[in-house]
């Protein structure tokens, strides 16, 4: 009675949103009034955020059974938003029924995926993990419409979409599911890593790829990593700060982080609060200059703050190791060709014969093109020799596959330039169609 009573009040009650671009000459405000319910916040920066949406700045407010949200936000090129049609997209998905908001208890989204089948694994990582993915899937005759993957402290995650090759639907045959999961997980496990490894066939719903990997990497928090070789490379990227602390006299936890700023940073916080069970009361979200500033004021679902020194330790940890795994610390490397079977496996086979290992990825294909982002850096985890980059370039093809080159990589980068020229001359004008030709039938 309790449930329908509340889904009345939040019928009676829908998401108010109004998107000004009057009152700020730098951003768009975006002001967000509704009923309160566990992942509200999440599901409002979750929209804005898979719409490469930036939040510069928020401050947010949920007492008294009410929601409210203020955000300053920016496109990807830090403008305004102006178009018409993207102001009416954000309305309409804010305004929607909360209703609709899966259950936080599993996965959030709003993309069903009854077209494809997906797959999870997890195992330990190796430099040549997802090449290795790859092939096999294509072995099986399986096509990657998407997937990411995560890599952090030894460990790997990745959420796969895969169809037929033949048919371009999902793959629902029991057995042949079967035969993929033994073989992808022969591929996960390794010496130092028999017991971790596991690979999931979800079933068809909705599910929101990102916040299923930082679930996956959640799950492993507690597992001891089997092995101190499984990966000696260390994290270099600079770590967050994270602060909990009580305000006893209010009855609230308080939650401080100050990190590098970057994109999805809000959404990778909510996202872990949300999934410990954790309500943002109060808050302020300050981007867009170099480092991000976020203070919370927080309380169980069951309304009471944190009551013990270890659960505030596990509440930084959690949320240290969340922004830390989605660090784009490597070489951002994206390829924009047209689609074809075999292009994911050669890609990923060419990174790994030069010696570079894939920190993160980002793989989706299209109507026919694909779009693939990947962050490498040397096996030892140090910056990527441009002289390798541009040999993988001459090897696929300089129009295919753009490089997204550091500010201190700079002067490497002339110098592998003139070398690429160098290259280029000995290998002619040597096409990346041409390339694939007979490496898969």
């Not at 639907?169 to 390794?190: F, H, P, Q």
Request: aromatic share 6%; net charge negative.
């Amino acid at each position: 009675m309790d449930d329908e009573f509340a889904k009345l009040i939040r019928r009676i009650n829908p998401p108010r949103v109004v998107i000004d671009n009057e009152s700020c000459d730098d951003a768009t405000i975006i002001k967000v009034d509704s009923v309160k319910k566990h992942g509200t916040l999440l599901h409002v920066v979750q929209i804005l955020t898979d719409m490469n949406l930036v939040i510069v700045k928020g401050y947010i407010s949920s007492d008294a059974g009410w929601f409210m949200d203020v955000f300053n936000v920016v496109d990807c090129n830090r403008k305004k938003i102006l178009d018409q049609d993207v102001i009416s997209d954000i309305q309409t998905k804010l305004e929607s029924n909360d209703d609709t908001v899966p259950s936080v208890k599993g996965m959030v989204g709003m993309v069903p995926y009854e077209e494809y089948t997906c797959i999870e694994l997890t195992g330990a990582d190796r430099t040549g993990l997802l090449s290795e993915v790859c092939a096999v899937l294509a072995d099986l005759h399986c096509s990657v419409v998407s997937a990411e993957l995560w890599t952090h402290k030894a460990r790997a995650a990745a959420v796969v979409h895969i169809t037929d090759y033949s048919t371009g639907c999902a793959i629902g045959d029991a057995k042949r599911l079967s035969t993929i999961k033994e073989r992808l997980c022969n591929v996960l496990r390794s010496n130092y890593d028999t017991k971790t490894a596991k690979l999931t066939v979800s079933p068809p719903g909705i599910a929101h790829r990102e916040r299923r990997l930082h679930q996956m990497f959640a799950d492993q928090d507690c597992e001891k990593i089997e092995g101190s070789k499984a990966r000696a490379v260390q994290d270099k990227s600079s770590s967050p700060l994270v602060t909990v602390s009580d305000r006893t006299e209010k009855g609230y936890t308080v939650i401080t982080v100050r990190s590098d700023d970057r994109p999805k940073l809000l959404f990778d916080t909510i996202c872990t609060l949300t999934d410990m069970q954790y309500v943002v009361f109060h808050g302020v979200v300050r981007g867009g200059t170099e480092e991000a500033y976020q203070e919370y004021y927080v309380r169980c679902v069951d309304g009471v703050p944190v009551q013990s020194e270890a659960e505030r330790e596990r509440i930084a940890q959690r949320l240290e190791t969340a922004i830390e795994r989605r660090s784009s610390e490597g070489l951002e490397l994206e390829l924009c060709a047209e689609d074809r079977i075999g292009l994911l496996p050669n890609i990923t086979r060419i990174i790994r014969e030069n010696n570079l290992y894939i920190k993160r990825a980002e793989i989706s294909s299209k109507a026919g093109k694909a779009r693939h982002i990947f962050y490498v850096t040397d096996v030892t985890g140090d910056e990527v020799d441009p002289t390798i980059v541009d040999s993988i370039r001459q090897q696929i093809g300089q129009d295919v596959l753009h490089v997204k080159w550091n500010s201190n990589c700079s002067d490497k980068q002339e110098q592998g330039s003139s070398i690429a020229l160098i290259l280029g001359n000995l290998f002619g004008n040597r096409s990346f169609s041409s390339f694939l030709v007979g490496s898969y039938s």
